[in-house]
């Protein structure tokens, strides 16, 4: 299921920007974080595909939606300009920022390939 990130959240889950320059996640399991906004029709369009894809992988990854009018510090810290924007975070390395409504399909191929997690059986 995905779950709403607020900035307190994002410092104690994913990372604390605030103490630290050098990026290291903070999660258990890699993460994707959608930036997106009520208003925004192509976030309504990927809205339901993230939801699906958390039940699939429940337990593999972890999905977090931030809403750019709520957390305006969470999207300056990313420097997102466009939305939706979902943030790809693996376990290890540096996260990826893929921008736009991307389809189901380049999605899964992003876990699998940026996050290294497989598709369940």
Known sequence: MTEKLTKEKFLTDVF????????????KVPCIIDFYADWCH??????PILEDL?????????VYKVNT?????L???FNIRSIPSIL???MNGQP????GALPKGSIEKTIQDV???QAPN
Do not use: R
């Open 16 to 27: 604390d920007f605030e103490k630290n320059t050098e990026w290291k996640y903070a999660g």
């Open 54 to 62: 958390s039940k699939k992988y429940d337990g593999k990854i972890k």
């Open 88 to 90: 790809f975070v693996p």
């Open 75 to 77: 999207s300056s810290a």
């Open 42 to 47: 192509p976030c309504k369009m990927v809205a």
């Open 115 to 117: 996050l290294k997690v």
């Open 96 to 99: 990826q920022m893929a921008v």
């Open 69 to 73: 009018d709520q957390e305006p510090e």
